[in-house]
């Protein structure tokens, strides 16, 4: 079955510091794979997406992502977190049928300390 | 996506409907809700007008889509378990972006 996993719930990390999240999934095939933020009392923005050819995938608010396929992994990357960064990540996954859903991930809850 | 209401307070029994409506002439739309802890788990979706299918999660829930723009989601009879916050979301096809709501959080009582 596929499914997502997000091992981290909640992430605290000084600002400036780099910060990685961890995405794990399953999957029949090569996967569409998606990182989402939640901030607080808000509907879910996209931050980048994978379908195909570099693994390494820029997103917005300096974030990136590497597709690892031998790892089953999508690891959110960002050199230097800014406050305003504190929210929800979620990874996500394009389900086997093609019809658009999603499989998401329980979510990555980030903390910024000053 | 617009979502009308952001805050409902309903009884349990209650008849509870939220409202989704896209401008983007998207051909799918879905209805996840979202529980701590638990990430978005998929309720419903749709692939066209007229075309509905099951999620992850359908029990206790209905939704219709006759128009391309209109996807609302019907709690026939609200149970304190269906407290949650509910996203509607909307995409052209499988390989571009799911656009969400701003949800509604929705507390039976």
């Known amino acids: 079955a596929q499914s997502v996993t997000q091992p981290d719930i909640h992430i605290t990390v000084s600002e400036g510091a780099s910060l990685e999240l961890r995405c794990n999934y399953s999957?029949?095939?090569?996967?569409?794979l998606f990182w989402y933020v939640q901030s607080p009392g808000q509907g879910l923005q996209l931050l980048l997406k994978?379908?195909?050819?570099?693994?390494l995938v820029q997103g917005i608010k300096g974030f990136e992502a590497e597709f690892k396929r031998s790892q089953s992994s999508f690891n959110l990357r960002k050199p230097s977190v800014h406050w305003s960064d504190a929210a929800e990540y979620f990874c996500?996954?394009?389900?086997?049928?093609?019809?658009?859903?999603?499989?998401f991930g329980q979510g990555t809850t980030l903390q910024v300390k000053p | 996506v617009t979502q009308s209401s952001r805050y409902l307070v309903k009884r349990t029994g209650e008849k509870v409907f939220l409202e989704c409506v896209q401008d983007?002439?998207?051909?799918?739309m879905f209805w996840y809700r979202q529980d701590p802890g638990m990430g978005l788990k998929l309720i419903y979706y749709?692939?066209?007008?007229?075309?509905?299918d099951k999620g992850e999660v359908p029990n206790g829930y209905n939704v219709s889509r006759s128009t391309t723009e209109d996807f609302p989601l019907r709690l026939e009879l609200a149970a304190p378990s269906q407290t949650s916050v509910y996203f509607c979301?909307?995409?052209?096809?499988?390989?571009?972006?799911?656009?969400f709501g701003q949800g509604t959080r929705l507390t039976v009582v």
């Open positions: 983007m002439d998207h051909e799918n």
């Open positions: 749709s692939v066209g007008a007229g075309i509905t």
């Open positions: 999957y029949g095939a090569t996967p569409y």
């Open positions: 996500a996954v394009g389900a086997l049928s093609n019809t658009g859903k999603l499989i």
């Open positions: 979301a909307s995409s052209s096809d499988r390989n571009t972006e799911a656009f």
């Open positions: 994978y379908f195909s050819g570099d693994t």
